[in-house]
C-alpha cells in the first residue's frame, strides 16, 4: 500500500516539475532579451523567478551577471557565492571560473560596518539597514549608492542616510544619546514659552522657490558635465577596441557601444539646456519677489522671529515694536 502511495505521488510531482521547468525557461528567455536591452530592473527578477522555479548553477550566474551589470554589486557577489558553492558541492569544472568571477569583482563592493558605543544594549536599538535588521560589528557588503540606517535612541526613532561609493569602506558608530530635554523645576512640568510670529514678508516664498530652482540647474550642469565626459570616453574606447581606429570600421559591439555614447551625449546636451534654463528662472524669481513687510505688520508692535534666506546665508531675525 504505501509503494502505491509513493507511486501516485511521484506521479503528481513529475508533471508539477515539469511545468515549473517550463515556466522557468519562459521567464529566463524574456530575461535574457530584458538584459541584453539594459533593462536591468525588470531582467534581474525575472532571473530570479526562474531560478526559484528550476534551481541551477547556470541560473544564478545570470542573475549575478545581471546585477553586476547594473552596479548591484553586493547582490551580484551573493549570487556568484551561491553559485560558486552549488558548483563546488556538485564538483562541477565551472566552480574554478565563478571564483575568479567573485576574485573580480570583490574589491569593488563597498563594505559598511555599523556599531554602537560601548556598553549600549543592541536589542533595544533596534538598528535597521534599509529597512532590514543588521549584524553590528560586523562587515557588510552593500551596493553602490544611497543607503538609509534607522535606530533607537531612548525609544525614539533616528535615521541617516549615507553613500556608498564602489570600492569604498565606512566604519560607523550610531549617536545613542537621548534627546535633549528641559530642566527641571523641582520636579514640574517645564512649559515651553510660545512664540509669536509675525506675517511673513510677501517674497519669501518666491525668493526660496527661486534659490531651489537655481540650485537644481547648478545640479544639473554638474550632472551633464559627467554624462558628457563620460560618453567621449565610451565613444573613443569603442573606437580604439573595436572599429581598427576608424568611425567607419566598426563591429557590431562598436556600433551599439559608439550608439549608446552619442544618445548619452544628446541627453546631457538636453539636461544642459533645462539647467540652464533652471539657473536663469532662479534668479529671476529670486531678483523679482517682493520686497518689505506686509502693512498690518507695520501697524502693530510686537515680537517677531523671521527667517532669513539668501547671499549664502541663513538665521533668524529677532525684533519687534515697543
Not at 544611497?146 to 553613500?163: C, M, N, Y
Amino acid at each position: 500500500m504505501r509503494a502505491l502511495v509513493a507511486i501516485a505521488i511521484l506521479a503528481c510531482a513529475q508533471p508539477a516539475l515539469a511545468d515549473n521547468k517550463s515556466e522557468a525557461d519562459a521567464l529566463f528567455k524574456k530575461a535574457k532579451k530584458l538584459h541584453a536591452d539594459k533593462k536591468y530592473s525588470d531582467a534581474c527578477p525575472m532571473f530570479e523567478k526562474s531560478d526559484a522555479l528550476d534551481p541551477g548553477i547556470g541560473a544564478k550566474l545570470n542573475v549575478a551577471k545581471c546585477y553586476e551589470d547594473w552596479g548591484m554589486l553586493a547582490r551580484a557577489y551573493r549570487w556568484y557565492t551561491d553559485a560558486e558553492k552549488m558548483a563546488a558541492d556538485a564538483k562541477d569544472k565551472r566552480a574554478d571560473k565563478i571564483k575568479e568571477l567573485i576574485s573580480a569583482i570583490d574589491s569593488d563592493v563597498p563594505r559598511l560596518t555599523l556599531k554602537l558605543p560601548d556598553g549600549a544594549d543592541a536589542t533595544k536599538a533596534d538598528v535597521k539597514l534599509d529597512g532590514k535588521p543588521v549584524e553590528l560589528d560586523k562587515e557588510q557588503r552593500v551596493d553602490p549608492g544611497p543607503h538609509e540606517i534607522t535606530w533607537l535612541a531612548d525609544g525614539q526613532k533616528k535615521s541617516k542616510t549615507i553613500p556608498m561609493e564602489r570600492g569604498g569602506e565606512r566604519e560607523l558608530t550610531l549617536d545613542l544619546r537621548a534627546p535633549a530635554t528641559n530642566g527641571g523645576n523641582g520636579g514640574g512640568t517645564v512649559e515651553t514659552p510660545p512664540v509669536v510670529e509675525s506675517p511673513r514678508s510677501p517674497g519669501r516664498t518666491r525668493r526660496i522657490i527661486g534659490l531651489s530652482v537655481g540650485a537644481a540647474g547648478l545640479v544639473g550642469i554638474g550632472v551633464a558635465s559627467y554624462l558628457t565626459l563620460d560618453a567621449r570616453s565610451k565613444y573613443k574606447d569603442a573606437i580604439d577596441t573595436h572599429c581598427m581606429g576608424s568611425k567607419d570600421m566598426c563591429s557590431d559591439q562598436g556600433l551599439a557601444i559608439t550608439s549608446d555614447a552619442r544618445s548619452q551625449a544628446n541627453l546631457a546636451t538636453v539636461v544642459t539646456v533645462i539647467s540652464i534654463a533652471a539657473i536663469g528662472g532662479g534668479i529671476a524669481l529670486y531678483l523679482t519677489a517682493p520686497k518689505g513687510e506686509p502693512k498690518e505688520a507695520k501697524d502693530k508692535s510686537a515680537l517677531y522671529i523671521t527667517p532669513i534666506v539668501g547671499g549664502g546665508v541663513g538665521g533668524l531675525v529677532v525684533g519687534g515694536g515697543f
